[in-house]
Nanobody
Framework: QVQLVESGGGLMQAGGSLRLSCAAS????????MGWFRQAPGKEREFVAA????????LYADSVKGRFTISRDNAKNTVYLQINSLKPEDTAVYYC????????????????????WGQGTQVTVSL
């Protein structure tokens, strides 16, 4: 059993910064790809960013490149998402997810390559 617990969301003003955290337990965290997805009201869940087990490889959605940074600390079983220059369109519930074994780089953004999900943390950005 794997548990993922996100934190760090909140109500923010546009232009600000935020760091989301996802604490993992119950699995060999350091050996799997970790990802962040988000779901805005009335929209489907979409890929945001992912990071390889070593932290060497990362992938970002085009919409967040240059503003979002994913990182991980395997010693703390935690993955982070730094969000800068917040925009109202970043408003969503943000979910972290643990990838299945041996997710290839080309599949980092594929929803079905992740088999464990957190409960989500709400990020609301106002003008």
């Amino acid at each position: 059993q794997v548990q993922l617990v996100e934190s760090g969301g909140g109500l923010m003003q546009a232009g600000g910064s935020l760091r989301l955290s996802c604490a993992a337990s119950g699995r060999t965290f350091s050996s799997v790809v970790m990802g962040w997805f988000r779901q805005a009201p009335g929209k489907e869940r979409e890929f945001v960013a992912a990071i390889s087990w070593s932290g060497v490889s990362t992938l970002y959605a085009d919409s967040v490149k240059g503003r979002f940074t994913i990182s991980r600390d395997n010693a703390k079983n935690t993955v982070y998402l730094q969000i800068n220059s917040l925009k109202p369109e970043d408003t969503a519930v943000y979910y972290c997810a643990a990838g299945k074994n041996s997710v290839s780089y080309g599949d980092y953004g594929v929803f079905h390559e992740y088999d464990y999900w957190g409960q989500g943390t709400q990020v609301t950005v106002s003008l």
